[in-house]
């Protein structure tokens, strides 16, 4: 028999008898060079050569055999593979267990008869090879292994097969088996668990009543697994009888069935009940348990289950809990405001305080504004600026008053929060006087809160007290009346930002300048005055002209940058450099090119690389020209830039 052979073996045939000879030989590259041919070629003869080939000590050897079987596969290799499963060498043994589970189930026929083997080792290997090969086929046959094998490790096995395959029609014979040993049972729970079988709910739940303590934990388990409500009523009649143990674990799996939503459909004698249950699981040593309580009593409510969900977010490290301390405030904003939360807020421990004002943070009732306004002289310092975040998120018009009377506040934290909320939250034009005379507060943060929140409120008073604060003699005074006024709008308060651009402080002249970024080819005159700074005696001034160039909209700014190429500094001939990469220019290429034989490297450099960003053929040339620079590090970053265009050339 001749096949045709691999790529890289040219274009004759290779001959499946001379395969045969090379697998019989002892050179371990020729044979894992043949095992490769006969998988690829698919040399059926050598079949038992590799199934031989599996028993050698070379890894490499070993490991081609298995591919080609693999490849191969069929009924000559299940038959072929089949005699190792009772090899005493280990490593020969699972290869031929890892092979037949993944062909075994193209010889049905070999399987069933290794499931009825006298050999109880073999029938185990067939039970889970059975369970590898994702048919029906193999339903019955486990079954029948699950219910009658007299060996307890196979019928273990033919439960944890029927779990892989997962078929529905096994939860009949997998519930009867409910009743043998503790060791099988475990596996048939975990397979009923993954079958997720309406039909198979009776059967579990009927088997609580004869189960051991571990195995009636493991079926509640199993129960929520599926999740079918017909479970739901069977386990709470369960509740009474069975141990605390259980029990927590029944209110787990009843919540995950019904969802926490769901329990408020409960009778209110059922819910008063089950509300019981639900604080004894929250102590449970289990956290998912305790979880599960927590979801239950957000859902059912009650003044007795606040304060215990309080208590228990307040035990948990938020730190290194946070997902499940977030889960107890949902809860807790579930119930509504509570006397529990209020009394925690005013009076409870630091930890309790907290939870309270996370939970009050999200919680918009009518009354929760009050309530944190009329606690917040009462709290200690430390949490007050905490009260005052909660009050700015729910407190809308009712808390303007409240935080009035905080713009004179000695807690720095609480002022901020006033200055956020009446500025940028809510924009209270009354506000407008208090918060400007915050522009001379000695805290810097307070400053800058302040003179967003007037920007925020704006105004013709506002306008008016900027533009008087512009005139001042103090710097500062100067610097946040025009950084104000650009951002209330450049067109209005054009007079104010011409004379900063001629401000002695250089600090001015930049926030102008900066003022001016946003109507760059928009408003008349903003381009003109911009540019007018190109020759500014302070760099940092000349690097925030280029940098507004940069952004500029409009099509007059190539002149300009190029002027900028000639400063007498080398980083704002660098940010010019950039800037025309950003902008694309491609008319800069020959200045680019001249600026790559620069004397200072670092200008020479970064003019290379935007060349490469700029692309283009002009660039490409230009590029392929600097790559036999005398100079390595040019001509690498050359060499650089030319392979970027060539792999963003690439992806197009």
Same mark, same amino acid.
């Given at each position: 028999?001749?096949?045709?052979?691999?790529?890289?073996?040219?274009?004759?045939?290779?001959?499946?008898?001379?395969?045969?000879?090379?697998?019989?030989?002892?050179?371990?590259?020729?044979?894992?060079?043949?095992?490769?041919?006969?998988?690829?070629?698919?040399?059926?003869?050598?079949?038992?050569?590799?199934?031989? !080939?599996?028993?050698?000590?070379?890894? &490499?050897?070993?490991?081609?055999?298995?591919?080609?079987?693999?490849?191969?596969?069929?009924?000559?290799?299940?038959?072929?593979?089949?005699?190792?499963?009772?090899?005493?060498?280990?490593?020969?043994?699972?290869?031929?267990?890892?092979?037949?589970? %993944?062909?075994?189930?193209?010889?049905?026929?070999?399987?069933?008869? =290794?499931?009825?083997?006298?050999?109880?080792?073999?029938?185990?290997?067939?039970?889970?090879?059975?369970?590898?090969?994702?048919?029906?086929?193999?339903?019955?046959?486990?079954?029948?292994?699950?219910?009658?094998?007299?060996?307890?490790?196979?019928?273990?096995?033919?439960?944890?097969?029927?779990?892989?395959? #997962?078929?529905?029609?096994?939860?009949?014979? *997998?519930?009867?088996?409910?009743?043998?040993?503790?060791?099988?049972?475990?596996?048939?729970?975990?397979? !009923?668990?993954?079958?997720?079988?309406?039909?198979?709910?009776?059967?579990?739940?009927?088997?609580?009543?004869?189960?051991?303590?571990?195995?009636?934990?493991?079926?509640?388990?199993?129960?929520?697994?599926?999740?079918?409500?017909?479970?739901?009523?069977?386990?709470?009649?369960?509740?009474?009888?069975?141990?605390?143990?259980? +029990?927590?674990?029944?209110?787990?799996?009843?919540?995950?069935?019904?969802?926490?939503?769901?329990?408020?459909?409960?009778?209110?004698?059922?819910?008063?009940?089950?509300?019981?249950?639900?604080?004894?699981?929250?102590?449970?040593?289990?956290?998912?348990?305790?979880?599960?309580?927590?979801?239950?009593?957000?859902?059912?409510?009650?003044?007795?289950?606040?304060?215990?969900? @309080?208590?228990? #977010?307040?035990?948990?490290? /938020?730190?290194?809990?946070?997902?499940?301390?977030?889960?107890?405030?949902?809860?807790?904003?579930?119930?509504? !405001?509570?006397?529990?939360?209020?009394?925690?807020?005013?009076?409870?421990?630091?930890?309790?305080?907290?939870?309270?004002?996370?939970?009050?943070? #999200?919680?918009?009732?009518?009354?929760?504004?009050?309530?944190?306004?009329?606690?917040?002289?009462?709290?200690?310092?430390?949490?007050?600026?905490?009260?005052?975040?909660?009050?700015?998120?729910?407190?809308?018009?009712?808390?303007?008053?409240?935080?009035?009377?905080?713009?004179?506040?000695?807690?720095?934290?609480?002022?901020?929060?006033?200055?956020?909320? *009446?500025?940028?939250?809510?924009?209270?034009?009354?506000?407008?006087?208090? =918060?400007?005379?915050?522009?001379?507060?000695?805290?810097?943060?307070?400053?800058?809160?302040?003179?967003?929140?007037?920007?925020?409120?704006?105004?013709?008073? @506002?306008?008016?007290?900027?533009?008087?604060?512009?005139?001042?003699?103090?710097?500062?005074?100067?610097?946040?009346?025009?950084?104000?006024?650009?951002?209330?709008?450049?067109?209005?308060?054009?007079?104010?930002?011409?004379?900063?651009?001629?401000?002695?402080?250089?600090?001015?002249?930049?926030?102008? @300048?900066?003022?001016?970024? %946003?109507?760059?080819?928009?408003?008349?005159?903003?381009?003109?005055?911009?540019?007018?700074?190109?020759? %500014?005696?302070?760099?940092?001034?000349? *690097?925030?002209?280029?940098?507004?160039?940069?952004?500029?909209?409009?099509?007059?700014?190539?002149?300009?940058?190029?002027?900028?190429?000639?400063?007498?500094?080398?980083?704002?001939?660098?940010?010019?450099?950039?800037?025309?990469?950003?902008?694309?220019? +491609?008319?800069?290429?020959?200045?680019?090119?001249?600026?790559?034989?620069?004397?200072?490297?670092?200008?020479?450099?970064?003019?290379?690389?935007?060349?490469?960003?700029?692309?283009?053929?002009?660039?490409?040339?230009?590029?392929?020209? =600097?790559?036999?620079?005398?100079?390595?590090?040019?001509? &690498?970053?050359?060499?650089?830039?030319?392979? /970027?265009?060539?792999?963003?050339?690439?992806?197009?």
């Amino acid at each position: 028999m001749t096949v045709p052979a691999r790529d890289g073996q040219g274009t004759g045939m290779v001959d499946c008898n001379e395969l045969c000879q090379r697998l019989g030989g002892d050179d371990p590259d020729v044979l894992r060079d043949a095992a490769y041919d006969a998988g690829e070629s698919g040399c059926l003869a050598a079949v038992p050569l590799l199934a031989h !080939l599996l028993c050698s000590h070379n890894l &490499g050897v070993q490991e081609a055999a298995d591919r080609a079987l693999r490849r191969l596969g069929g009924k000559d290799v299940v038959a072929a593979v089949k005699p190792l499963l009772r090899s005493d060498d280990a490593p020969a043994r699972n290869a031929a267990m890892d092979i037949l589970r %993944d062909v075994g189930g193209q010889d049905f026929p070999t399987l069933l008869e =290794l499931l009825h083997d006298g050999d109880p080792d073999i029938r185990i290997f067939a039970s889970d090879i059975l369970g590898s090969t994702d048919s029906r086929l193999a339903v019955g046959p486990l079954c029948e292994a699950l219910l009658k094998d007299p060996e307890v490790n196979v019928r273990y096995q033919a439960a944890v097969s029927l779990g892989e395959l #997962a078929f529905a029609e096994a939860a009949p014979s *997998l519930g009867k088996a409910l009743g043998d040993d503790e060791w099988v049972q475990f596996a048939v729970i975990e397979a !009923l668990s993954k079958i997720r079988d309406a039909s198979s709910v009776g059967a579990l739940v009927k088997a609580l009543d004869k189960s051991t303590d571990l195995v009636a934990s493991m079926i509640v388990d199993a129960l929520g697994e599926i999740g079918n409500i017909k479970a739901v009523t069977m386990l709470l009649k369960r509740m009474d009888a069975s141990p605390e143990v259980l +029990r927590n674990k029944i209110v787990k799996a009843v919540v995950r069935i019904l969802g926490g939503k769901a329990l408020t459909l409960l009778s209110p004698a059922e819910r008063d009940r089950f509300r019981g249950y639900l604080l004894g699981a929250l102590s449970d040593d289990e956290d998912d348990v305790q979880d599960a309580a927590v979801s239950g009593l957000g859902s059912v409510g009650g003044e007795e289950a606040a304060q215990a969900v @309080l208590a228990h #977010a307040a035990r948990l490290d /938020r730190d290194h809990l946070p997902e499940r301390y977030e889960h107890a405030i949902t809860a807790l904003r579930d119930m509504g !405001l509570t006397e529990a939360l209020g009394e925690a807020l005013r009076q409870g421990e630091a930890a309790q305080r907290a939870v309270a004002l996370d939970v009050l943070a #999200a919680l918009p009732c009518p009354q929760c504004p009050a309530l944190l306004m009329d606690a917040f002289a009462e709290l200690p310092a430390s949490f007050q600026p905490a009260a005052a975040k909660a009050l700015a998120a729910i407190g809308g018009e009712t808390a303007v008053e409240f935080f009035l009377g905080q713009l004179g506040a000695d807690n720095e934290a609480v002022l901020l929060e006033a200055v956020a909320f *009446l500025g940028g939250g809510m924009r209270v034009a009354s506000a407008g006087p208090a =918060l400007f005379a915050l522009l001379g507060h000695p805290s810097d943060a307070v400053k800058e809160a302040a003179l967003d929140a007037c920007v925020a409120i704006g105004g013709a008073e @506002l306008d008016a007290r900027f533009r008087e604060l512009a005139r001042s003699d103090e710097p500062m005074d100067r610097l946040m009346a025009v950084y104000a006024l650009g951002r209330m709008g450049v067109g209005e308060h054009m007079d104010i930002i011409r004379e900063a651009l001629a401000d002695e402080i250089p600090d001015i002249r930049k926030i102008a @300048l900066e003022a001016l970024a %946003d109507s760059c080819g928009h408003e008349e005159g903003s381009l003109s005055l911009i540019v007018s700074r190109l020759t %500014d005696e302070s760099r940092d001034v000349r *690097l925030a002209v280029v940098e507004v160039l940069g952004g500029c909209d409009s099509d007059k700014v190539y002149t300009y940058l190029e002027q900028a190429l000639d400063d007498a500094d080398d980083w704002v001939r660098i940010r010019a450099v950039e800037a025309l990469g950003a902008r694309g220019e +491609r008319e800069a290429v020959p200045r680019l090119l001249e600026l790559a034989g620069e004397p200072s490297k670092l200008v020479a450099m970064k003019a290379v690389e935007i060349l490469g960003e700029i692309g283009g053929p002009e660039a490409f040339q230009a590029l392929l020209g =600097l790559v036999g620079d005398d100079d390595p590090e040019l001509a &690498g970053a050359a060499e650089a830039a030319i392979a /970027r265009l060539q792999d963003e050339q690439g992806e197009r």
